[in-house]
């Protein structure tokens, strides 16, 4: 009898993926149409198209828990069944699931549209946060210059969401009741699947805690030096303008005037990419080979087809920030970007490749388990082959950088270089999320919102705001994934995780032995080696059709996410920081903020 049902079982799931692959592809072309062009006739039909939708999940569903699944023998069909039953938002109410839309489609487009005017010719106001306020903070010294673009950029891109926002929380917790969690914060976490994965980012956190006091410390102090002492304190936060990002989420742009040893040579990639007459076209072509070169898949026709590389100039509104798209197909995957020729592009073209090879390698897997083994792994694999790519060793190879010597000192500079990238980010990375459990769960209120942001941002990251804040700002909502319902602690999971990645595709790749620190981690190239290529291709082609810990021990042995990776990379770096604070006696650590913002 038992046996009867599970083949009827088995029979539904063959036939409700194949109605589901064909669902998906219509709602991500409606999805990918509003996104690219903004007007209302397209915000309509993605309207139109998911509400349609969502009626239609609602049967699949009702027949889906007809079958006694929980009782099935076969752990595989269970899984499925299992993550069918997850309506998601479809489970709303239908002008709840409206009124949901069209919150999160206005946050989205606000951003979108957002502008600020120049602070020099205040009727040129027309500057949008890519390419030009990221090229501010990229490149303008002038504290007041920063301090106006932090300020507009917040007003004009944050606050308008704040009554959204609001409308958002409450209807998604609504559909996350619907779905049997006490609050979207629940059904996030509900995607790592471990009872207690809250308290393994907190762990990950304390094992990096250290690291990360001892790079802010010294940043500080060069801040210091740059502005002077009334502009950057010795003992306090750093305030967010000064640190050459609009989120303050990466400090890669102070490198030219913090770095360790600056006599050394500068790697400066973004100038090395213009002179050689990089377009977005070579970034892109440049970064499939890298994969090729492991014997991961070229990108697909319809990819060079259909993907938008560069701002289109016809004027429309569209949303820039990157992204990659899975249409359900097999064959039709996209990037969106805004492409400008820099290192910080360089390093997002492989960024989203990466997601377009998941996509790839997945593609026969049943629809339900094309995702990311955990979200954190789907924002890993680019990084993994950028961490290749940035090598002093791979820029040579790609004529970026001339040669030059591979003695500590550069070295030192190098891994100086990487952690204003990787580990600046993950308190910003960790707290994003932090704020948006409280948010979801209510420990957060909509009249102490940027209040308790900003103490987030201050206890965790050491950064405070230029100017003082009041509840009339919503300066969450200036960051893109608050706007645009995206959830964030992927990014921090996949930054310590890319590293545990990385250690075993290097070794796998005669490119690292542990412990032999003639052969640092942070020299690794896996260029070409196809033994790491077919390793974490193997991992990626299981998509989420085991629990994360089987795909983590598939590449790495381990079964545990741990910052190991990351405090083995750095550790040289590590010692000299610890070293070079003690030796200007460096205050290590922040003390209160005297910032207004609560
Ligand atoms: C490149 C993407 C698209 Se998935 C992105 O949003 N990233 C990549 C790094 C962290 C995060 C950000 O920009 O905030
Ligand atoms: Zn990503």
Redesign the pocket.
Known sequence: ERAAEEAAGREYMRNLDELMAKANNKKTIASWNYESNLTTYNEEQLLKISLELAEDQKEYWKETMSYLWHEFEDEDLKRMFQKYSQLGTAALPEDLNERLIMAINNMQSNYAKATICDYKDRTKCDLHVEPDVTEIFANSNDAEELKYAWVEWHKAAGAPSKGNFTEYVQMDNEAAKLNGYDSVAEWWLGEYEEEDSEDQFAALWAQIKPLYEQIHAYVRRHLRLKYGEDVVSARGPIPAHLLGNI?A??WNNVEKFTRPFPDKSDIDVTAALIAQNFTALKMFKTAEEFFTSLNLQPMTDTFWEKSIIEKPDDGREMVC????WDFYDGEDFRIR?CTTITDAFFK?TH??MG?IQYYQQYKDQPVVYRAGANPGF??AVG?VIALSVATPKHLRVMGLLEDGPDDLESNINQLYKMGLDKIV?LP??YILDLFRYGVFRGTTTPNEYNCHFWQLRESLQGVEPPVPRTEEDFDPAA???ISAD?E?M??YI??IIQFQFHRTLCQLAGEYTPGDSSNLLSNCDIYRSTAAGDALGKMLQMGSSRPWPDAMEAITGQRKMDASGVLEYFAPLYDWLKAENERNNEFVGWEPSTVQYC
């Open positions: 989120w989420q990466t920030h990157a992204s990659a970007q997002t960024h989203e997601h789907h924002e990084d980010f910003f990375g960051k893109y994934h995206v964030y992927r990014y996949s930054y």
